[in-house]
């Protein structure tokens, strides 16, 4: 089912090329909670999946659909359904997957939202999370129990930055069943082929890279189509899938899940979305190149006591990050500069570069992870995610690498 057009072509031309109606070439945006049926005996065979139609806006809708069809596209998958924010997208995904007494077995090295998810909600309901090093693929196949439903791995570990192994560790998800859901929220399916390295559903948060200006908040899962759901351990997806065939799992997710949870995209934010990507190849480009420029330039700096990066050759997993994201490693990396309070300072200083809770934005932006992000998580959880008290994580914008050089550098000289 590989499409023909290369990624670029994709990302602007597939799920919509031109209005029908009115010769609209930008996506329509069908801002409307409902729609109508001029009899009741179609609105009945809609409802009933007896001839695909657009109900109600938390289940499907015209301008969401778009965004769900192009991302489908860029991943080669078999479908995608959108959801209000990356979070939103990951419970879809644990609650379609999970029930009381089953097992996960996750990188320990998480997005600080994550692990407050496993956290607060799934381990309260009794699921059972197993957390693992993701830079070691023995320890996933060790973990595993005949209760285990998922792999979560995230491609880049937010903050972390280690590269887990995927062609070892789709080895073991296969050998053994179990669906491997990656989160390539940092690495966009540009720097990253989920299918061609073996996961079986991948998690973007849409509004990182793929929103690309900071704007929106969204999220989104993609089925990609290499996974067996009618003989899945987890005994809602086999049920599913008897009524729903290959589309098993998807039809979980948005007619239980989503349906039931209401936590859809809205149209206008898919429609934000959608623009975003027409330009996600070249930005990514461009973040990875100045990452790099960025990266180099601190790693030989006096004041800067360790620079993070997977582009870096000292970076432990630099091989494994160069072959599985095409020689490229991203926009975010991390310093480490003695103390909080020289990281709070250096933060003052910046001129350019804003402070804040955010990443994948046009802007380059800084945080201190250990008093923000992972503030609620106790020492051990917070050295686990590769948080330190001196930490910041830098994600790297598209503007001038000039400027962000001087700006890093001016404020450094006075910490
Ligand atoms: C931001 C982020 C999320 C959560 O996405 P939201 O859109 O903020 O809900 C999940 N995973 C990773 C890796 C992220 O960076």
Redesign the pocket.
């Known amino acids: 089912m590989s499409n023909p057009w290369d990624f670029e072509t994709r990302s602007i031309h597939s799920g919509f090329d031109q209005d029908e109606k009115n010769g609209a070439t930008a996506v329509p945006i069908y801002e409307t909670a409902s729609f109508a049926y001029n009899t009741a005996e179609e609105l009945a065979d809609a409802f009933q999946n007896r001839k695909f139609g657009y109900l109600y806006s938390r289940i499907t809708n015209p301008t969401v659909s778009v965004l769900e069809q192009r991302i489908t596209a860029l991943e080669n998958g078999r479908g995608a359904i959108a959801t ?7 419970a879809t995904v644990l609650y379609a997957l999970v029930k009381p007494g089953d097992e996960i077995v996750s990188s320990r090295s ?2 600080g ?2 692990l407050q998810l496993f956290k607060e909600i799934f381990i309260s309901f009794g699921v059972n999370v197993i957390y693992v090093d993701p830079t070691d693929s023995n320890a996933f196949e060790n973990a595993v129990t005949s209760r285990t439903r998922l792999f979560f791995v ?5 903050p972390k930055l280690d590269a887990a192994n995927f062609t070892e560790i789709a080895v073991i998800a296969q050998r053994n069943n179990i669906p491997l859901v990656v ?4 690495t966009t399916p540009y720097l990253f082929e989920a299918k061609g390295y073996g996961a079986n559903v991948v ?6 890279y793929i929103s690309g200006s900071g704007h929106t ?3 989104v899962l993609v089925d990609l189509g290499n996974y067996d759901w009618f003989n899945a351990r987890s005994e809602s997806i086999r049920e599913s899938a008897q009524k729903a065939g290959d589309f098993g799992f998807l039809a979980r997710c948005r007619r239980q899940v989503l349906q039931n949870t209401g936590g859809c995209l809205s149209p206008f934010n898919a429609y934000l979305q959608c623009l975003g990507l027409e330009t996600l190849a070249l930005r990514m480009e461009k973040h990875c190149s100045n990452a790099l420029a960025l990266a180099r330039f601190l790693a030989e700096h006096p004041r800067v006591q360790s620079v993070c990066y997977p582009g870096l050759e000292t970076h432990a997993n630099f091989e494994v990050a160069k072959n599985q994201f095409g020689a490229k490693f991203g926009g975010l990396l991390t310093i480490r500069l003695g103390s909080l309070e020289r990281c709070f300072e250096w933060i003052r200083r910046l001129k350019i570069a804003k402070n804040l809770a ?3 934005d046009a802007k380059t932006v800084v945080i201190h992870p250990a008093s923000t992000i992972y503030c609620t998580c106790s020492e051990e959880e917070q050295i686990a995610a590769g948080v330190y008290p001196d930490l910041i994580r830098v994600s790297v914008g598209i503007e001038s690498i000039h400027d962000i050089i001087d700006d890093f550098d001016q404020a450094l000289a006075e910490v």
């Open positions: 209000a924010s990356g979070m939103a997208a990951i998480l997005f939202g994550t995230e491609t880049i570990g937010n989160d390539s929220s940092l998690i973007h948060s849409t509004s990182k908040i969204g999220g955010n990443l994948g």
